[in-house]
């Protein structure tokens, strides 16, 4: 059974850089996913922020792309987020999921989800 | 970028009725990269279904999927207790952009 679980810092200060990780449990990493990241500010819907393969071939979103680092780390069978010069805006819940990309052969949807964590900017 | 608009904001059904939601594209895009998820409070997205119809591993075959074009439908035919959450619709792009809908918040009436 595939789970992912978020961790990293509760808590960013504006202006810093907010990095998550992702544990992958009961799948390789390197088996035939690509890996993303997807945010819920409070209130509002979700927003993808990227997407990462373990070859290293790693799509943003257009809106983050200059502030948005993907890695996958396989030794580890882990992946990350790193977001920089953040403001109150990047404040959300982040979750990490596996990712069916139709170069793959997926539909592009998003199939197995982690519980999310939440981030807070502030000072 | 297309624009994914999802209909209504909120419904209010009692356990029993049928439910119909709606996610309207901004312009056609292919039923293959059609996703509806379900998301309740403090828990993961649950994936329903893909390519427009297909039911993901597990969903209870209340859950159907259907449309084409710019007009997609979640249908839930009777409602369960646990079916109350918020829905999502998503679109797969090339480029590649993802999209998902604003939601609709299913209710209890």
């Given at each position: 059974q595939v789970q992912l679980q978020e961790s990293g810092p509760g808590l960013a200060k504006p202006s810093e850089t907010l990095s998550l990780n992702c544990a992958v449990s009961g799948?390789?990493?390197?088996?035939g996913y690509y890996w993303g990241w997807i945010r819920q500010p409070p209130g509002k819907g979700l927003e993808w922020i990227g997407s990462s393969y373990h070859s290293g071939t790693t799509y943003y979103s257009p809106s983050l792309k200059s502030r948005v680092t993907i890695s996958v780390d396989t030794s580890r069978n882990q992946f990350s987020l790193r977001l920089s010069?953040?403001?109150?805006?990047?404040?959300a819940v982040y979750y990490c999921a596996r990712h069916s990309y139709p170069s793959l052969g997926?539909?592009?949807?998003?199939d197995c989800w982690g519980q999310g964590i939440l981030v807070t900017v502030s000072s | 970028e297309i624009v994914l608009t999802q209909s209504p904001g909120t419904l209010s059904l009692s356990p029993g009725e049928r439910a119909t939601l709606s996610c309207r594209a901004s312009q056609s895009i292919s039923s293959s990269y059609l996703t509806w998820y379900q998301h309740k409070p403090g828990q993961a997205p649950m994936i329903l279904?893909?390519?427009?119809?297909i039911r993901a591993t597990?969903?209870?075959?209340r859950f159907s999927g259907s449309g084409s074009g710019t007009d997609f439908t979640l249908t839930i035919s009777r409602l369960e207790p646990e079916d109350f959450a918020v829905y999502y619709c998503q679109h797969y792009g090339t480029s590649p952009s993802i999209t998902f809908g604003q939601g609709t918040r299913l209710e209890i009436k």
């Open positions: 799948y390789s990493i390197t088996s010069s953040v403001t109150a805006a990047d404040t997926g539909s592009g949807d998003f | 279904i893909y390519g427009a119809s597990g969903i209870p075959d």
